[in-house]
C-alpha cells in the first residue's frame, strides 16, 4: 500500500471517508465497542447454556451454537475496529487490512447458511413428523454445520489468495480492497440463502395454519392428541427460528444491497460511504439479537438461564393463579395446627 506521510497513514485506518466527519467516527466507533461486549457475553452465554444443561443432542442446539459462534465473532470483529485506529500500521499490512473486513463477511455467509439449514429442520419437522428422527440426524447435523462454515471459510479467504494489487490501494477502505466480482458473490449468496430460509417459513406457515385450524373430532384419540401437541411444538420452535431469521435479514438487506451497487460498478459519493458503513453496523447489531430471542421465546433455554444464574423460579397453579411454595406452607401450617388440637384433644380425655 501507498502511504506517503503520517497523516495519509493515520487516514487510511479511518472506517470512513478521509472526508467523513470525526465526531460521527467516535460515535461509531464508541457503538462498535457497545455490540461487541453485548455480543461477545450475550452470545458465550448462550454457548454456556447449551453446553452444560441443554446439550447437542439435537439438530436444533447444534445450530444454535453454531449461530452463537458467528454472532460471537462478528461481535469481536466490530470491538477490533478500534485497533486499526488506534494502531494505523495495521491498515498497512495486508493480511490484517484484509481480516478487517473478511472477518464479517465470513462469518454472516456462515450464520445465514446456519439458518437455513436450521428452517430446514424445522420443515421436516412439520411436514414429516413421523419420519423426523430417521431424516433429521445428529451426524447430519453435524455435517450442515462443517459445510455452512467450509463454505464460508473458504469465500472468506478468497482475497487473500487472488488479490495481487495491495500496492496500488491508496487506503484500507472496504469499498476499493476486493474485485468486483467478489462483492457480487457475497452479496448474491447472502440473498440466496435469505429467500431460502424466507420460501421455507412460508411453508411452513402454511401447514401449521392448515393443522392448527383444522375442526377437532368430537372424540380424540390419545395419537391424535400426542400429534397435535408435537406439532404445536414444532411450530413453536420454527417460530423462534423464523423470528432470529426475520432480524438477520432486515439487518443485513441494506448493506447487502451496497455491495451488489459496488460489485456492479456503482461510484458512491461520501455521503452514500457514511451511510453504508452505518449500515454495516446494523448489520453487526443483529449478533446481539439472538440471545434475547432465545430466552424469550424458548421456554427450555430460558429455565436453564435461570439455572446458570441461579435464580429461583416460583412455581404458580395454572388454573387458580395459587403461588404452590404458599400453598404447600399454608398446608403444612394447617396440618400442625390439626395435629395439636388432636393431641389437646386426647391429653384431656
Given at each position: 500500500?501507498n502511504?506517503?506521510d503520517?497523516?495519509?497513514?493515520?487516514?487510511?485506518?479511518?472506517?470512513?471517508?478521509?472526508?467523513?466527519?470525526t465526531?460521527a467516527?467516535?460515535?461509531?466507533?464508541?457503538l462498535?465497542?457497545?455490540v461487541?461486549i453485548?455480543?461477545?457475553s450475550?452470545?458465550?452465554?448462550?454457548?454456556?447454556?447449551?453446553?452444560?444443561?441443554?446439550?447437542?443432542?439435537?439438530?436444533?442446539?447444534q445450530?444454535?451454537?453454531?449461530l452463537?459462534v458467528?454472532?460471537?465473532c462478528?461481535g469481536?470483529?466490530?470491538?477490533?475496529?478500534?485497533?486499526?485506529?488506534?494502531?494505523?500500521?495495521?491498515d498497512?499490512n495486508?493480511?490484517?487490512?484484509?481480516?478487517?473486513?473478511?472477518?464479517?463477511?465470513?462469518m454472516?455467509?456462515a450464520?445465514q447458511l446456519?439458518?437455513?439449514?436450521s428452517?430446514?429442520?424445522?420443515?421436516?419437522?412439520?411436514?414429516?413428523?413421523?419420519?423426523?428422527?430417521?431424516?433429521?440426524?445428529?451426524?447430519?447435523g453435524?455435517?450442515?454445520i462443517?459445510?455452512?462454515?467450509?463454505?464460508a471459510?473458504?469465500?472468506?479467504?478468497?482475497?487473500?489468495?487472488?488479490?495481487?494489487?495491495?500496492?496500488?490501494?491508496?487506503?484500507?477502505?472496504?469499498?476499493?480492497?476486493?474485485?468486483?466480482y467478489?462483492y457480487?458473490?457475497?452479496?448474491?449468496?447472502?440473498?440466496?440463502?435469505?429467500?431460502?430460509?424466507?420460501?421455507?417459513n412460508l411453508?411452513?406457515?402454511?401447514?401449521?395454519?392448515?393443522?392448527?385450524n383444522?375442526?377437532?373430532?368430537a372424540?380424540?384419540?390419545?395419537?391424535?392428541r400426542?400429534k397435535?401437541?408435537?406439532?404445536?411444538s414444532d411450530?413453536?420452535?420454527a417460530k423462534?427460528?423464523?423470528l432470529?431469521?426475520?432480524?438477520n435479514?432486515?439487518?443485513?438487506?441494506?448493506?447487502?444491497?451496497?455491495?451488489?451497487?459496488?460489485?456492479i460498478?456503482?461510484?458512491?459519493?461520501?455521503?452514500?460511504?457514511?451511510?453504508?458503513n452505518w449500515?454495516?453496523?446494523?448489520?453487526?447489531?443483529?449478533s446481539?439479537?439472538?440471545?434475547?430471542i432465545?430466552?424469550?421465546?424458548?421456554?427450555?433455554?430460558n429455565?436453564?438461564?435461570?439455572?446458570l444464574?441461579?435464580v429461583?423460579e416460583?412455581?404458580?397453579?395454572?388454573?387458580?393463579?395459587?403461588?404452590?411454595?404458599?400453598?404447600?406452607v399454608?398446608n403444612?401450617?394447617t396440618?400442625?395446627?390439626?395435629?395439636r388440637?388432636?393431641?389437646?384433644?386426647?391429653t384431656?380425655s
Amino acid at each position: 500500500m501507498n502511504v506517503s506521510d503520517n497523516s495519509t497513514g493515520n487516514q487510511s485506518s479511518v472506517p470512513f471517508p478521509p472526508e467523513a466527519d470525526t465526531t460521527a467516527l467516535i460515535v461509531f466507533l464508541s457503538l462498535q465497542q457497545c455490540v461487541f461486549i453485548l455480543s461477545f457475553s450475550g452470545n458465550l452465554v448462550v454457548i454456556i447454556v447449551v453446553l452444560k444443561y441443554l446439550k447437542l443432542n439435537t439438530f436444533s442446539n447444534q445450530m444454535v451454537v453454531s449461530l452463537a459462534v458467528t454472532d460471537l465473532c462478528t461481535g469481536f470483529s466490530s470491538g477490533s475496529q478500534l485497533l486499526y485506529v488506534l494502531f494505523p500500521v495495521m491498515d498497512q499490512n495486508k493480511v490484517s487490512c484484509f481480516l478487517r473486513y473478511r472477518i464479517v463477511v465470513t462469518m454472516t455467509l456462515a450464520s445465514q447458511l446456519s439458518l437455513v439449514f436450521s428452517t430446514l429442520d424445522r420443515l421436516v419437522a412439520v411436514y414429516y413428523p413421523h419420519k423426523y428422527g430417521d431424516i433429521m440426524t445428529k451426524s447430519l447435523g453435524i455435517f450442515f454445520i462443517i459445510l455452512a462454515w467450509s463454505f464460508a471459510i473458504i469465500t472468506g479467504i478468497l482475497p487473500f489468495l487472488t488479490e495481487d494489487n495491495w500496492d496500488d490501494l491508496p487506503f484500507c477502505f472496504y469499498h476499493i480492497m476486493f474485485d468486483k466480482y467478489l462483492y457480487l458473490f457475497d452479496s448474491c449468496s447472502i440473498i440466496s440463502f435469505m429467500i431460502a430460509s424466507f420460501c421455507m417459513n412460508l411453508l411452513i406457515l402454511k401447514t401449521a395454519w392448515a393443522f392448527l385450524n383444522r375442526v377437532r373430532p368430537a372424540f380424540e384419540t390419545s395419537r391424535i392428541r400426542q400429534k397435535r401437541i408435537k406439532m404445536k411444538s414444532d411450530v413453536s420452535s420454527a417460530k423462534v427460528w423464523g423470528l432470529v431469521t426475520l432480524f438477520n435479514s432486515v439487518c443485513w438487506t441494506p448493506f447487502t444491497a451496497f455491495n451488489i451497487g459496488i460489485g456492479i460498478g456503482v461510484s458512491y459519493t461520501t455521503s452514500e460511504l457514511i451511510v453504508m458503513n452505518w449500515l454495516a453496523f446494523l448489520g453487526m447489531f443483529n449478533s446481539i439479537m439472538n440471545p434475547f430471542i432465545f430466552a424469550w421465546h424458548r421456554q427450555d433455554f430460558n429455565k436453564s438461564l435461570k439455572k446458570l444464574f441461579r435464580v429461583k423460579e416460583q412455581r404458580v397453579d395454572p388454573v387458580v393463579g395459587v403461588n404452590v411454595a404458599t400453598l404447600k406452607v399454608s398446608n403444612t401450617t394447617t396440618t400442625r395446627k390439626m395435629h395439636r388440637a388432636s393431641t389437646s384433644h386426647t391429653t384431656h380425655s
